[in-house]
């Protein structure tokens, strides 16, 4: 191949990339004038999937980081075949199909289901209820998050920690002091993608929540249901998400909050 025919392959195939990935955008957010987009986000129908996607998601997110983390922390101290077991089980909702996740929420939630059962003898009913959306988005967005944030804390060296333990830190000190402050930039990469992924959940939300409106209809399942009714209402929620991705992205590729110079140093007080 001569000198000059390899870049220009190479350029024509970036080209083209970039050009099948950014006319579809383009075509989103040039679909509907500016002038409309005010009234379209504000008719009943987007209003009620802007509040439930916000209250859902953040209650998800609440329960991702605030049990997701010390999980992956544990995960990541263990060791041998045990862990990679758990952490095989970590992942697999990752490649389970949509559709399949939203079965086995059914399958353990729902009436029936091993624990929607015990549930259903007190009178507590999950499915098609803003609490099934929470468990919907939690289920696929975890471990995106888990994932990351356990990789995160392998990458901590276990040196600093037992050096602040034999300064007198306590596992708990040395977690908070240590771990989490090293660990922060993977943690909040590891967010990025599971808010990203918990934000344009469907198909295991539509069939355990169901599409409730103003109850469980969040934004993709709203933008499903405005395509057969008023195609620019669908292409201006769409723009919402898309808007939101990009600023979970932005988020994502923010400069690292440690440099090498203010990295937490072992004894300097606990």
């Known amino acids: ?3 000059r025919l390899f ?29 409309e987009l005010p009234a379209l986000l504000t008719s009943p129908a987007a209003r009620d999937a802007i509040a439930v996607t916000a209250r ?11 049990v997701g983390t010390p999980a992956a922390y ?21 490649v389970l199909p949509p559709a399949v996740a939203g079965i086995a929420l059914l399958a353990a939630f729902g009436a029936g289901g091993v624990v929607g ?19 919907a988005v939690t289920f696929v967005a975890a471990p995106f998050y888990l994932r990351a ?13 037992d050096a602040a333990r034999d300064l007198g830190a306590s596992e708990a000190q040395a977690f908070a002091r240590i771990a989490l402050p090293l660990a922060l930039d993977g943690l909040r990469s590891g967010w990025s993608l599971a808010f990203a992924r918990g934000l ?29 009714v008023d195609l620019d209402a669908a ?21 690292a909050a440690w440099s090498p110079a203010d990295r937490p140093t072992p004894g300097a007080g606990w």
């Not at 859902?56 to 605030?66: E, K, M, P, W």
Request: hydrophobic share 65%; no cysteine; aromatic share 4%.
């Open 1 to 3: 191949m001569s000198a």
């Open 7 to 35: 870049p220009a392959l190479i350029g024509a195939a970036a080209a083209l990339s970039l050009a099948f990935l950014a006319v579809p955008l383009v075509a989103l957010v040039t679909r509907v004038p500016p002038a």
């Open 56 to 66: 859902t998601n953040l209650v998800a997110n609440l329960l991702i980081l605030g």
């Open 74 to 94: 544990a995960l990541a101290r263990g060791r041998g075949r045990l862990r990679d077991a758990l952490m095989t089980l970590v992942e697999l909702p990752l």
């Open 117 to 135: 059962g015990w549930l259903a003898g007190r009178g507590v009913a999950l499915p098609f209820t803003e609490a099934a959306v929470v468990l």
């Open 149 to 161: 944030a356990v990789a995160a804390f392998r990458a901590v060296e276990p040196d600093q920690l």
């Open 200 to 228: 344009g959940e469907f198909g295991a939300t539509l069939l355990f929540a169901g599409s409730v409106a103003a109850v469980t209809q969040t934004l993709p399942l709203a933008v499903y249901a405005e395509l057969a």
């Open 235 to 255: 292409i201006a929620l769409g723009i919402i998400l898309l808007a939101l991705s990009a600023v979970v992205l932005a988020v994502a590729k923010l400069p």
